[in-house]
């Protein structure tokens, strides 16, 4: 397949090694509703350079253009317009609901896996971990309650170090996460919009499409928090477990 990521086995030893000197944390995900320019408007100086903004003008080719990196002074937005997403799923139901898209982001995940790894790797798909699992969901729940949004909670607490409350042993872990705001949030169709803005990035190994596809991944949990004023917040948190 065209599309698969060609890996040796030196590509497998380096992937490790970045990981573990630098986890991977990317910036941010942000999908919005309200932010389509008309074609003739130019972004006012309020406007962060680090958003990659999408309008009818460019819907073909936008996704192609590399993302900015993300810096300390906040995260990288990826803002989606109305006329890119799908209409509107079933409406979210508590806490069902919300399990029902933490699954669907794991059977995505598992299928670009599948698509984009190599054969010879055996094993592509990452097992569901609870523990990560009950990570990503507080991390979720208390950027929404607290209204940040970051992988450094207010108090400085890392992704790692989150894992690490939790008892969970690690050789190396990662984290992703995606916001989504307005109607889709709502509904099931959040997670498809969140997994294609991740997969719609450049190749690299340290961005949201990097982490969903690096191949030194063993587990993943996922965790997904939403209120009734339109936001969704997903956190998935990967690692490399050690070999037994």
Known sequence: MEDWIQLTEEDLERAQRLT?????????IKITLDDELPPQVTPSAEMSSEQLIITDEDLQTALAEPLPAASESGPVAFRISEDEVTPAGP?????TGLSKLEQILFELLNQA???????????????W????????????NDMLKRHYVNHVSPEGITAAQRITAYNISYVACGENIGIVYGETSHTDQAAYDIHNAFMNQPRSLTNHRGNLLNPIWTHVGIGI????????????NFISAPMS
């Open 20 to 28: 573990q000197e630098q986890p991977p944390m990317s910036g941010i």
């Open 129 to 140: 971990h609870p523990g990560l699992a009950a990570v990503a969901r507080g991390h979720s």
């Open 113 to 127: 896996r599948s698509q984009h790894l190599p054969l010879w790797l055996g094993s592509r798909g990452l097992k």
């Open 225 to 236: 928090a939403y209120n009734p004023q339109g936001a969704l917040v997903a956190t998935q």
């Open 91 to 95: 409406q979210l139901t508590a806490n």
